[in-house]
């Protein structure tokens, strides 16, 4: 893995490749393993076009821990990226009684641009 530490892995069976958002200090970057070529292909660092909007909000910079950022979903090179707390659909923690801050993030990895569609609290 090149040194890198992922938060989580979503496995894009169409295209062939492994996305992995990427954690331990550096939130808006994203390592994607070309599965063309077998487990060997390079990884792609793919660094997002801005920060992204709300996502500091969900912890304290600096005195982490930074929120995991999961893949849901995916169409051609659009990926929807959730932060790891409550979101639509998952309900709440026993307790706490409320849903967590969750934001949603709409990612094109081919150019890097990043978009918050949605989110709660904070």
Do not use: C, K
């Amino acid at each position: 893995m090149e040194q890198l530490d992922a938060q989580s892995l979503f496995l894009d069976a169409a295209a062939r490749r492994l996305i992995m958002p990427l954690g331990f200090g550096a939130p808006g970057r994203i390592a994607v393993l070309d599965l063309h070529e077998g487990d060997a292909g390079p990884i792609q660092i793919l660094t997002l076009d801005r920060p992204m909007p709300g996502y500091s909000d969900l912890y304290d910079p600096g005195n982490g821990p930074e929120p995991t950022l999961v893949p849901v979903g995916i169409e051609g090179n659009r990926l929807l990226l959730v932060t790891g707390g409550q979101f639509p659909g998952r309900g709440t923690r026993a307790d706490q009684g409320d849903a967590e801050p969750w934001r949603a993030y709409l990612v094109d990895l081919g150019d890097g641009t990043v978009d918050l569609v949605g989110y709660s609290g904070g």
